[in-house]
């Protein structure tokens, strides 16, 4: 039970710190029932410019960082500021550009992963 209540506030932090710089279309995925998912949470945004998407993910991993005291497992895609992946192990958050997005389709791959919206 311990993990459950860890992810959830987790992941209420990480919405928070996307929701503070303004990111779009605010997605999560429960990927628990799926047994090849690699965590068990996946949150997806979205924002317009590198510099945004690379505000979101400071964002994000100073307030998780400040609320909870938990580092990213590991981080990816800083230089380009596309995509921004940072991974906590239970949960991998995406921050990308909306081109970006449309290309990857997330959220068609997952699609049998219980979707959860947020407002922006």
């Given at each position: 039970m311990t993990r459950l209540t860890k992810n959830s506030k987790i992941l209420t932090t990480i919405i928070k710190a996307i929701q503070d710089k303004k990111g779009e279309n605010i997605v999560s995925l429960d990927l628990r029932k799926i047994h090849e998912?690699?965590?068990?949470?996946f949150v997806i945004c979205e924002a317009s410019t590198n510099t945004q998407v690379?505000?979101?993910a400071d964002s994000v991993e100073h307030l998780v960082k400040e609320t909870i005291g938990e580092a990213p497992y590991r981080h990816e895609g800083q230089q380009s500021a596309q995509?921004?992946?940072?991974?906590?192990?239970?949960v991998?958050?995406?921050v990308m550009q909306p081109e970006t997005r449309r290309f990857y389709k997330l959220e068609e791959m997952w699609s049998d992963?219980?979707?959860?919206?947020?407002?922006s």
């Open positions: 998912a690699v965590a068990d949470f690379k505000a979101i995509w921004i992946l940072i991974d906590y192990v239970n991998v958050v995406h992963a219980p979707m959860t919206s947020y407002e």
